[in-house]
């Protein structure tokens, strides 16, 4: 087929030059490229094929339909700029939380559900990164024994809350070794040499946003609507990638070899071997698309419990790499096809 028309809104943030730099990469069949951006960020130079291209403000003025639209730039944005977008004939992949509760928009791991992309798709939710990464290990073992319930402590790194963050915990990591003051502005309180057991804002049940998400989330893409799940999300000193400690209970007993047999199948990449201190590492899983899992082991204190680590590239698999994912299984499907000229 002709090569699409691809617009990449939010091209200069954490998650969008991971877009960009997919699509620069060949990763779909692009014949033109549209970085779009905040009026701040107008006029950063982004390398595509050879070249060096300038971010555009995206408003009415720069907007051209598209045959392609992937968001990540939060999700007044999307809320705005997508229904213009699909209007205008294009289909759109958005990485924000704007659409991921309409239950007429489908939320995809192409792994997992791809077969929610339906003739006449035009907007497509990307799950939240922790739940991605998650949801890939447990689909699999969910298909060989049940799951019934799941518990979950997340490990996030600091460029899951974007590109601002990471500056935030680089500068507060030097103001720290230098004995002076950090003042946090992405972070409730200084994120160097720390731990914050809270990632989004806390309601009156005690829980966080990104706890809720992940229950809420998880219960869709494996269509498991009253799945007990429980999560403590917290935000570590780390730049990129996010690890889990889950326990996951079955229906049935669940062997830990053949739980590894089974997430390899799915193409997780199991890291596993106690005696060597091999299991995966967010430094290690950084700049890599798969999700990786090890220290899996039977749960002493649930007969039916599997306990075992998760580490993804929140801004790959977590989402970049999946809203491209989203796209390609589009094309596949013949739901995505040239219209613009």
């Known amino acids: 087929m002709s090569g699409l028309t691809v617009a990449v809104v939010g091209a ?57 639209a992937l968001f990540s730039a939060g999700a007044s944005v999307a809320r705005e700029w997508a229904p213009r977008f699909i209007s205008a004939g294009s289909v759109v992949v958005d990485n924000s939380s704007a659409f991921r509760k309409d239950p007429d928009v489908p939320l995809v791991v192409p792994e ?131 690890s889990e400690a889950v326990w996951a209970s079955f229906d049935e007993i669940p062997d830990p070899r053949r739980a590894a047999s089974l997430l390899q199948e799915m193409g997780v990449v199991v890291e596993d071997d106690p005696k060597t201190s091999r299991y995966p590492l967010p430094r290690h899983a950084a700049g890599r698309p798969e999700v990786f899992v090890g220290r899996l082991r039977s749960d002493p204190s649930d007969p039916h419990g599997l306990a075992f680590w998760v580490v993804s590239d929140n801004l790959l698999k977590g989402a970049a790499t999946n809203a491209v994912q989203v796209a390609e299984a589009l094309l596949a499907r013949g739901l995505l096809v040239r219209s613009v000229s």
């Open 112 to 242: 997992l559900n791809g077969e929610a992309l339906e003739p006449g798709v035009r907007l497509v939710a990307n799950p939240n990164c922790s739940t991605i990464q998650m949801v890939m290990a447990l689909a699999p073992l969910h298909r060989a024994w049940g799951l019934r319930s799941v518990k979950v402590a997340t490990y996030q790194s600091a460029s899951g809350a974007g590109s601002r963050a990471l500056a935030e915990l680089m500068e507060g990591t030097r103001q720290h070794l230098e004995g002076g003051v950090e003042t946090p502005n992405i972070f409730p309180h200084p994120l160097a040499f720390n731990v914050i057991p809270q990632v989004g804002e806390i309601d009156a049940t005690g829980e966080s946003i990104e706890e809720r998400k992940m229950r809420d989330e998880t219960r869709r893409i494996l269509g498991l609507p009253d799945l007990p799940v429980s999560a403590t999300c917290v935000r570590v000193p780390v730049l990129r990638s996010h």
């Open 12 to 68: 200069t943030g954490a998650v969008g030059r991971e877009m960009w730099r997919l699509v620069a990469s060949g990763a779909l069949p692009v014949s033109r490229a549209i970085p779009y951006t905040s009026a701040r960020s107008a006029g950063t130079e982004l390398a595509f094929r050879g070249t060096m291209m300038h971010a555009i403000a995206l408003s009415s003025d720069t907007f051209e339909a598209v045959d392609l």
